[in-house]
């Protein structure tokens, strides 16, 4: 059966704190992983993996993939209040001619206190 | 582009009426996801379409769900009769085929489904 766990479920920082959210999987015919961030309403997208050891940046957030080990960290520096979120892992799977399903992880929430 | 268009933002219904959650995708986008969301069971997939065409549907819970795209630009999600365990948020999302496809769903802002 096709899995995707995280880790923590939950995380409570102050501002400032760094922190790293886990996410492992297995899922067959992997094709990518994502990290989303949902606050109070629609997963927003933060990035896309598709190869190892190459890492993506945005500003304060950063994420890399290790496809021998199945797993993914997604990184937070000097956090923010407005980093409080429900961040998502989703594994893309080649189940279609073209383009991809995606099998979500619970999500880790995350609280920044000020 | 307006995005992901789902509508209502939230009902409340009382349980054994028919509730109808309505989506309307990004133009030109040929996949559409139905999905529940509840925080004992994250995000699930309840079906998705290609191309207006019903492609895996085993995520449904049961026969009280159902799902229709008459066209790309429309789909419903349907249950009837609700029971009080429907209770979640319901989201929509589409994407685009294709070897350029690398951005994952966008997502609907979801809609709120209270059964009582």
């Known amino acids: 059966e096709d899995k995707v766990v995280q880790s923590p479920l939950s995380l409570v920082v102050h501002e400032g704190d760094t922190v790293t959210l886990n996410c492992s999987y297995e899922v067959t015919n992997f094709r990518s992983l994502l990290w989303y961030k949902q606050e109070k309403k629609a997963p927003t997208f933060l990035f896309m993996l598709t190869s190892s050891g190459i890492e993506k940046k945005s500003g304060r957030l950063s994420s890399i993939l290790d496809k021998k080990e199945l797993f993914s960290i997604l990184n937070i520096t000097a956090t923010q209040t407005g980093d409080s979120a429900i961040y998502l892992c989703?594994?893309?799977?080649?189940?279609?001619?073209?383009?991809?399903?995606?099998?979500f992880g619970p999500g880790t929430r995350l609280s920044v206190l000020p | 582009d307006a995005g992901v268009i789902q509508s209502p933002r939230h009902e409340v219904t009382e349980m054994g009426q028919e509730v109808t959650l309505r989506c309307k995708p990004i133009s030109g986008h040929d996949y559409l996801f139905w999905y529940r969301q509840t925080m004992m069971r994250g995000l699930e997939l309840l079906i998705y379409?290609?191309?207006?065409?019903?492609?895996?549907d085993s995520g449904m819970p049961e026969d009280r769900f159902s799902a229709k795209m008459p066209n790309a630009s429309f789909s419903t999600l349907k249950i009837q009769p609700s029971e009080p365990r429907d209770s979640a948020v319901y989201f929509c999302a589409s994407s685009a085929s294709g070897q350029g496809a690398n951005y994952g769903y966008t997502f609907g802002s979801g809609t709120r489904l209270t059964v009582v």
């Open positions: 989703a594994v893309g799977q080649r189940r279609m001619a073209y383009g991809q399903n995606f099998v």
């Open positions: 379409f290609n191309n207006n065409v019903p492609i895996d």
